[in-house]
């Protein structure tokens, strides 16, 4: 991307902060600062109520928590009040919007979602068996957290497909460990 093209998408990372992300979510009005110590409202500098909207009309979750299904879905998401990483998975659990609202739910952009009963949100770093890193481009600003504008996300979505096909080109990651444990990977571009 050229640098023309980093200004460009730096405008449009302001954007959502200016107004909002159809379908996903709306700035806060007042800001946290200004809303009621204790609310969701003070918690999140946007509201992610379209995203539940959106959801419900693009996902089948009648079809996904089907015990007929061929489908089975694992979703985790940290609980605020322990700390605790949990996997709500369609063998144990209905899935549901806020499943996938919680496991999206990034402080202090996104509020916790509650899940019977308790607050859930997204988990900072995850430890995978491969965890593929998104190593910022040279024309990546302090926006990347928040810049959805189209060509920026292909550019994201192009990278991790490369990092992910390069990952999977080493054959030890397919490889079964050869004791009870985890084992983790991480390569960058150019290491074998």
């Known amino acids: 991307m050229t640098q023309r093209g980093h200004n460009s998408g730096q405008l449009t990372a302001r954007q959502p902060a200016a107004g909002s992300s159809r379908g996903f979510f709306t700035p806060r009005c007042p800001n946290p600062w200004f809303q009621p110590a204790g609310t969701v409202e003070a918690t999140s500098y946007y509201d992610t109520t379209p995203l539940a909207a959106t959801l419900e009309v693009l996902v089948d979750f009648d079809r996904i928590n089907s015990e007929h299904s061929d489908i089975r879905l694992s979703i985790g998401a940290v609980n605020v009040r322990s700390g605790n990483l ?8 209905t899935i549901g919007r806020e499943h996938v609202m919680a496991s999206r739910a990034l402080p202090p952009g996104f509020p916790a979602v509650e899940i019977e009963g308790e607050s859930y949100r997204a988990r900072r770093r ?4 491969v965890h593929l ?3 910022a481009s040279g024309y990546a600003g302090d926006s990347k957290d928040y810049e959805f504008c189209r060509r920026s996300m292909e550019d994201h979505w192009r990278a991790g497909y490369y990092d992910a096909v390069h990952t999977l ?4 990651i397919l490889e079964r460990p050869t004791r009870e444990a985890i084992a983790t990977f991480g390569f960058a571009m150019g290491e074998d």
């Open 86 to 93: 949990t996997y709500f998975d369609t063998t144990t659990h």
């Open 126 to 129: 995850a430890h995978n068996i």
């Open 133 to 135: 890193i998104y190593r």
């Open 169 to 172: 080109r080493h054959r030890k």
